[in-house]
Structures are given as structure tokens and as C-alpha cells.
């Protein structure tokens, strides 16, 4: 189902009880851009951590508008064994509602735009029919000024505003408008001399259709006083609503307290938060995100109607299902259908997938980070000439090595054994062209500056990035290496997908009735066996690139994609 | 004719001949927004010079993206007496032509989009088709990137790129590539062994339309391998110009040398040199800007096919017309057609149209800008608290005066008569809460300012703007002030609207054939007396507004526009 300014009040309660009757709920957003820094690839480090990738994306990537917000709702019903799906895609845009409100700028990022176009995406659904939104500050001080209007118009309040011509005392009347206004004046006055004494005279301050103001004065007795304020009110109360807009789907979706899953949703989730609630945490204090999120990585499927918020939000639920299912078959005696309030999702619940981070799947918003060992990574500084070949040749001895960029001078290098390390940091000693450190030394340096410079050792402001004009094809990619990674990695992603408890069924699974005439997707989807080969939670096969085109042609395609895949 | 990435190759030779053969051209352009500061009134100070208006426009409106530009060519017909009339309507999109070009970042203001929006623009087909463009910088960095890919391929440059597996020798085959390999090594040297001794071995890098590389290896005679090469030339050769895409246009209008017409065009002309030519200017050295330019004030028109800038151009044009032959009503005996080579023209040459700019009516591109007396001027700083009732009331005493706001606690104001200044000055010298400078005070302190931080005298790079969430209604427009401006304007206008010399016929009227079948719009435009009357040379009906409603919604048109009207 569209939704636009134009029917998105009909369809509020009907996106309201889809949210309220489902199981768990998709969602996609699709983005004016990416990144306003050089690249991609100097914003997704293979060693960032899940800390500095958070505050490079909030550096980088929030001026951009997520203009297109797709919510798919799951429902399961237990006589049918099949999910019922509601899709929405809601086109998003802040259009200002009046003259003092925010004419809010966002950047677009021309292989972004031109990635949605090619895909048909429709700007000018967007632009002409978007639907408004607020975030809490906005909608705060909104409210103030309705207020303080209410407050001046009962006489209660200061009147805070003073014609400029005024002088602050009665204004002085043109030649040209005395007759006018002397005629005005004796109407009014007449309105008071009239035998109905249960009546007073109400002042109202109207805007009409030409956006021309004037001044309605009636005479209304107590009740229709009360009525009239009444309908002054909600009135208001509904244009307040209007302006609040887009937001309040968000409202009702954290309410909701609903599982939400999404498809590699650390941006969507941030700009879900920077877009309609307020200005983004700092990422120690995210414990107040109201969303139980799943995030997960990339799928293969079908391209022909990927990239609209609203179907890749479908998609993304399908996937979730067969997920949930697949852990369903590791139980004994296997269980075909996997609630979503099953305690085999618990594990993954509000772990954000970290695209391409070599051995940190997910940014956790829920507790701490996985800290992985690094002490086989080097830190390596070196002139601007250099290329990934010169790195592969200084460290040829080491064997297999892989090379994350992190700008023109610098580099980590992964060796493929411990062991090694020392024996690189020996060899670099008398070396004058290039200088090498360990992992921590590198760390404990940034710390050290940091603290110099007089930030707390939570701030993360400064990723060295330079801004050449071209980028250079070598530094596309977390490094063109066509080598695989040997050593051994952590082995975080084991406990995810092995489940250690035996599934208990859980309450909230009663039958539901389907809503008629439904026009979105329907999908019936008990255990499928497509996809589940996929499903990777250690990010493996999203970093590594085998050779530098496809490399190159896999990140144009995220860029493009508007979200990362 | 509307002229998108589908149809430009084939349009382009249409559109370089209706430059030639024209007499002069109108351009329009429309953009994707005007100011990243707060507002629009913080931009355009009554009392703004020249130097500051440019400085103000570079810093807060070349962030934008012109994504229209329209275009109309006037070829005056002396048989018939009348112009033919061309328009062309250019949607502009910086698509990016492949991995290692500039992915261009552009801010979109919601104000000016949404205005768009409601004029029925059609965004798709800026996004979807919209013709791409290069500065010169990036036109040579390309030409330059294409030389050394040839000097490459040649072997006679350097080879700067090394495979990154190749460490600097051969590679090692992987096992299970090693027979593939291994024939086609047998292929290419049989290549060697045949009897024909005249051919040589080609060896061509070719990219599928999959965007898969692969090596071509031929054996060529020489006049064959001439031949593709010269082919591969042209290729490259087309794909630049390609590339250039729309600047080529602004390269044409350029080089034809001819008078441009535009409508209150500083904006318009500042984007195009900045969008497809380089980064602008200081405004002192704006003597290499290749257009020849008369910019004029805004008009009122129907309202219907406005704001496409075509079309916009096109009126431009007519207005052009209208105000040239209304010149030649003052000729001995009149003369009702006035060609746009005419003297009578010249005044008016190279002068760009500064909008609200209380008397300064225009910014002066081949010559020293107008300096009028701003003896009558005060500058006063305040608390933030104050609003204009506020300085109306503390000058009183000095009857009508004109308030321009500089920033939340600071405005110009300008008083009716000069000698009341000292009054005013003396009134002020035990104030607390305020302060009061004389404009010659203010500029020198400005002057020390910068001196002081080392700047030369010819920067202006701080404008004092502060950033509040919502714009308060009180500092929207130069100062709703409802006074008339009473004291001596400098007669700056007059030597413009009073030609002082008999007009000469001049060259370049032969009759010139129409374009058969043309599609444009065309208009037999002799002598008409409409418009005529609106003339205004001194911008003063664009900055005074008579209420502070009105005013702002005037300026809330000018925001939406996309272009100062």
C-alpha cells in the first residue's frame, strides 16, 4: 500500500492496527545518500570498530534524507499455518507547513539518486506528495507556540508581539482608511449595546483561503464561547498532528514494543532515530533505543522490485522467516514454524549487522561490544606513492596478508599468523620510508591524542579522512586482495546459530482474522529451504573481495543501492 | 525543446546554430535551492555592497544544484519584422560516467523544492535523463587520464598501474586455472608463428557491456592497426565529449560572444560559471566572466508556465525586447524596432541586478561598483530581545526610518535626513543596552577586524549569521517597515533610462532564414506598450515591503522560486 500526504490521515488507523495486531514488523528505508565523505570504503574500515563505524555514519551519513520508509507487518495465523502481510510504503518528505518552520536541507549524492532512478524510483512522488514530519524537539517547541498564542488570546499570557508601527500605543490612522475603520468601530461598538446581555464578543484572529489575515468579531453567548474554543482546539490539536506527521508511525511502532527486523539496518535504524525522534546518542548511552531490533546481512533474490522501501521491508520479513524456521530444524524433533517470540531469536536480538568489519558481525545496542583480539594486525604508515602492491611486497615474507586502507598514507595489515608480528615489527626498525606498529600501540596513540585534546575516551570525531577529487581505484574496496583470510577468527558467530535451549512455545500466537481486501503482498511461508545456505552472521563473504573490479563494482552497487547491502 | 541525456547528442547541432544565427540569447535557470544560512533576509541586507552579495551568494548558494537551465535564442527577422524564437529547456543531472568520476554531493532545500513541486516540475526527468556536465578542472583531469591510458597502452609511458597480486614479477597461476592459462599462452604465440611477416600482435583492454574486462589479442597489418587506433581515438574522443555534456552549451554561448539577457541573473550566472565552468572568482577579478549580460527586475506575468526555465527565458527575452524598443520611443523621430546591438543597449551591458539592495541597484561586472554616501546610515547593536518595534521607538524622535537586519542583535538604520545623524550619536553616547556607530565608523571597524586576522582587504568571509532552528517572523524581509525612504537617493538610474546618443543602425541585421518546422515557441514582438511601465533600474520596489505579511510571503515566493524574482 502507497501511502502519501495526500491519503496518509485515511490510512493512519489502518497502519496503527497492523502494527498493533502483529508479530513482528520489517522495515527498509531508502536515502538521498550514502556518504558525504570521499568515498565508501574510507567510511566501512574492515578493522573499524562497531563504536568508531557508528560515529563515522553519524558523521557522514545523517545529512542525507531518508525519503522513502518501508513497514511491513507479519501476522501469523495459527488455522491457516501462514503469515498474514501488510506492506507499506510511506514517501517521505519535509515539506514546511508554515512560514516559521523548519525549511529543512538535505544533500543528495548524484550515484545514490542515480542508482534509484535507474530503478525506477519516483523523485517526484517524493517531492510532491511526501508526507511532513517532526522530530520531538520540532514538535516541542510547535507545541510552545501553539500555546503561547492560546495563552495570549485568553489574555492570560504577555503579548509578546508588538506591530512595528505601533510604537507601542495606539497607531495613528491614514487619511485614506479613517472612514473604513470609523465604520468598523461602530459596528463593534454596536455589538455591545444590544439588549442580549448573556452574550459577550469573541475576537478571533482567522486566515483565509489566500492566506489573507483578518479579525472576526462575534457575539456568542457562554456555550457557544466554550464550543468555538473548543473547535479552536482541536483545530490544533489536528494541525499539530499534521506537522507531527510521518513521525507518528514511528510513535506507534516503538510503542509497539514489536520485534522490527531489518535488512543491514545500522543506517536505517539511525536515521529512523535522526529523522523523527532527535539528535543520535552517543553510542555508549544507546540503551534508551525503544526498538528491539534483528538485524542481518545480504541476500540474493530476484532484482525486479528490490529497492522500494515497502518490498525490500517484505523481503526482508520472508528472510526472517525462513531463518527463524531453519533454527527450527536444529531442535528435537525438528519444529517447523519458529515464532518470532521464540527464545531461538533471543540471541540475535538487538545485534545490528556491521557491514564489511573483518571480525565484528554486529554492533550490539543492548550491552557491550565484542572486542576481538587484534594483535595479529599492524598498523602501517608510509608515502602517498604507495599502492596495495607495495604493501604486499613489503610484507611478502609474512605469507597471506590483507590490507585495509585507511587513507593515502596509512594502512592495517592483517598477517595470517600471530607469530609473525614480532618479526615484522623487527624488521621495520632501521626502515625510513615506512613505520609499523602493533594494533595497540596504534589504539593506545589515539587514546593518547585524545585525551591531549581533551576528549572524553567515549568521543570518536576525528577519521583522518582526506578528500581527494577522484578516488583512486586502488583505495576502492577494503583492500584488492584476492587472498583469503587464514588465520583463525574469533568464533563469535557459533552461539548465534546454534541454539542451546529447547524451544518452549510461547504465548501471543492466537489465531488472528485476516483483514479483507487486503491489497499488499501475501505470502504463505512455512519452511522454505531457498536462502538458508546464505545466511552468514560472521560478515565473512561481505568483506572479502577477489579482485579488485568486482570489488570495486560490488561497493558501487552499495553506494548506489541507497542502504547498505 | 526540451533537452534531456536522451536527446542531447542529437540536439546539440540545433542548438549550436540557433546560437549563432541569434541576435541575443535569454537564459534561465532553476535550482535545487538558494540559501544554506538560516534565511533568505540574512542573504540580501538592504545595505549589502556588491562585494558582500557575491561573497554572501558563493558561501551559502553554490551548494545547490542548477538542474534546469533554460535557454532562448532571438533571431530578428527584418523582412518580417519580427523575432524568431527559440527555447530549449535543459534538465542538468551530474550523473557520474563511471567508477573514478566525481560522485557530486548537492543540497536540496525543502522551501524550493516543495515550490517546484507545486509548479508541477518534473524531478524524474532531472534524475532519470538529466544531461551530465564538467568543469574544466575535471574535463582536464579526464582528457589527462585518457593521455595516459594511451601513453600506456603505447608503451611508451610509464606503466603506473602494477596488478596488486603481481608483486612487481610474474604471478603465480592458481592450480585450477593452470590449463586454461596454459592454452590460451599456446594460442597467442601461435600468433607469432604464422607465415604472414607484415601483420603485428594488438593487444586491446576491452570492457563488455557487462562491464567484465577482458584482453583482445589480433594480428593487424599496420594500416589496420592505424585504423583502430584511430577508431579507439575517436571513441575516447566522443566518450569526453560525452562526459562535458552539457558545458559544451555554456562553452558555445561563451565563445558566440553574444548578449546574454537574464532576470535579476546574478544567481544564475554565478551557478553556471561555477557548475560547468570553475570555482568562482574573487568579485575584483570578475573581468574574465566571457558572457555578455544585461540583468533586469522582476516582472508580474501570468502565472501559468512559469517557472520552467524555459519558458522563463523566453519571457525574459520578450521583456528584453519590450525594454529596448521602449528606449527607441525616445529617439527623434522614434523608432519602434531597437536591435539588442543597438548603443542605446550599452549602459545597461555587464550590469547584474542586485536584489533589495536598498541603492545599489546593480553589480557591475566590467567595471568599479557604484559607492553611494551611506552618511544617513546608523549601526546599532542591541540585546537579542529586541524586535523592530523596538527601534522604531528609540528613533522616534527622527521620524521615518528604515530598519535593515544584519543579525539578531544588529541592524542598519537608516534615517530621512543625514543631518539628524550627530543628534542620534549624541542621543546614544551614555546608552547602555545599545550602541550606535555611524556606517564610516562600521566599515573601518569591519576593516581593522579583518586586517587584524590577517585577511586582505579584498576577502569577505564572515557574515555574522547566527543559525536558530526556527526563523523568527520578526527578521523575515529587509525590515517591514510600511515607511517610505524619503531622503536623496543618488540618480543612479537616470543616465540608464535617458539615451544620450542618436542611434546608429548597426551591423548584423540581415535576414535571416527560419528554422522550418521548429517547435519552440515563437512571437511577432514589435512595439508593445505592456510591461513597459515596470520598469524599474533602482530595485526600490523590490526591497520595501508596506506590511510585515506581505512582505514575507513576497520573500517566501523568492525562496520557492529558485530564483530571485
Chains 1, 2 share one sequence.
Not at 149 to 174: E, L, V
Not at 312 to 336: E, K, Q, V
Amino acid at each position: 500500500m502507497e501511502v502519501t500526504r495526500t491519503n496518509f490521515k485515511d490510512s493512519l488507523s489502518t497502519v496503527y492496527s497492523a502494527i498493533e495486531e502483529a508479530d513482528f514488523l520489517a522495515i527498509d528505508g531508502e536515502f538521498s545518500g550514502i556518504s558525504d565523505g570521499p568515498n565508501v570504503s574510507a567510511l566501512t574500515n574492515g578493522l573499524d570498530t562497531p563504536e568508531e563505524r557508528y560515529m563515522k555514519l553519524k558523521k557522514h551519513s545523517m545529512d542525507f534524507l531518508l525519503f522513502q520508509f518501508g513497514l511491513c507487518t507479519f501476522t501469523y495465523d495459527q488455522a491457516e499455518s501462514k503469515y498474514v502481510i501488510k506492506t507499506f510504503n510511506f514517501y517521505i518528505f519535509p515539506k514546511p507547513f508554515n512560514r516559521t518552520s523548519p525549511d529543512t536541507k538535505f544533500i543528495c549524492q548524484s550515484s545514490s539518486i542515480d542508482f534509484l532512478a535507474s530503478q525506477g524510483f519516483d523523485f517526484n512522488k517524493v517531492f510532491r506528495h511526501g508526507i511532513p514530519y517532526l522530530n520531538q524537539e520540532e514538535e516541542v517547541q510547535l507545541r510552545e507556540q501553539y500555546e503561547e498564542r492560546r495563552s495570549q488570546s485568553n489574555g492570560s499570557g504577555n503579548p509578546s508581539y508588538i506591530s512595528p508601527n505601533s510604537n507601542k500605543g495606539p497607531g495613528s490612522i491614514p487619511e485614506e482608511h479613517r472612514e473604513y475603520i470609523g465604520r468598523v468601530v461602530e459596528k463593534v461598538e454596536s455589538l455591545f449595546t444590544t439588549s442580549e446581555k448573556t452574550k459577550g464578543v469573541l475576537c478571533d484572529d482567522i486566515m483565509g483561503f489566500q492566506k489573507e489575515r483578518y479579525i472576526q468579531i462575534s457575539k456568542v453567548d457562554d456555550e457557544e464561547r466554550k464550543r468555538r474554543e473548543r473547535q479552536k482546539q482541536e483545530r490544533e490539536q489536528e494541525e499539530l498532528n499534521d506537522a507531527v506527521g510521518f513521525s507518528r508511525v514511528i510513535h506507534a511502532i516503538s510503542k509497539s514494543g514489536k520485534l522490527v527486523v531489518g535488512h543491514n539496518m545500522l543506517l536505517d535504524v539511525m536515521h529512523t532515530i535522526h529523522q523523527f525522534y532527535c539528535v543520535l546518542p552517543e553510542v555508549q548511552n544507546t540503551h534508551h533505543l525503544y526498538m528491539n531490533t534483528v538485524g542481518f546481512p545480504s541476500y540474493d533474490t530476484a532484482q525486479e522490485q528490490l529497492h522500494e522501501a515497502g518490498y525490500d521491508a517484505f523481503i526482508t520479513g520472508l528472510c526472517f522467516i525462513s531463518m527463524a524456521n531453519y533454527l527450527g530444524t536444529f531442535l528435537t524433533p525438528p519444529r517447523a514454524h519458529i515464532p518470532s517470540q521464540s527464545k531461538l531469536i533471543q540471541p540475535f536480538v538487538n545485534k545490528l549487522f556491521l557491514m564489511r568489519i573483518i571480525d565484528i558481525p554486529y554492533l550490539n545496542i543492548s550491552g557491550p561490544d565484542l572486542q576481538p583480539k587484534r594483535d595479529h594486525v599492524l598498523y602501517v604508515t608510509f608515502p602517498k606513492e604507495w599502492k596495495t602492491s607495495d604493501l604486499y611486497q613489503l610484507f611478502s615474507a609474512f605469507g597471506n596478508i590483507q590490507v585495509s586502507w585507511i587513507d593515502d598514507t596509512s594502512a592495517f595489515v592483517s598477517l595470517s599468523q600471530t607469530d609473525q608480528v614480532q618479526i615484522a615489527m623487527n624488521t621495520s626498525r632501521y626502515a625510513e620510508s615506512y613505520r609499523i606498529q602493533t594494533y595497540a600501540e596504534y589504539v593506545q596513540g589515539r587514546q593518547q591524542v585524545r585525551e591531549s585534546q581533551g576528549h572524553s575516551t567515549q568521543s570518536w570525531d576525528e577519521d583522518g579522512w582526506v578528500k581527494p577529487h577522484y578516488t583512486s581505484p586502488s583505495t576502492v574496496g577494503a583492500g584488492p586482495t584476492g587472498y583469503s583470510y587464514g588465520h583463525n577468527r574469533p568464533s563469535l558467530g557459533k552461539r548465534c546459530v546454534s541454539p542451546i535451549q529447547e524451544e518452549q512455545p510461547t504465548e501471543g500466537e492466537a489465531q488472528r482474522s485476516h483483514a479483507d481486501g487486503w491489497s499488499g503482498y501475501t505470502h504463505s511461508h512455512t519452511h522454505p529451504d531457498t536462502g538458508s545456505k546464505k545466511i552468514r552472521t560472521d560478515g565473512k563473504d561481505t568483506h572479502t573481495h577477489t579482485h579488485s573490479d568486482t570489488g570495486s563494482k560490488k561497493i558501487r552497487t552499495d553506494v548506489s543501492r541507497g542502504l547498505w547491502v
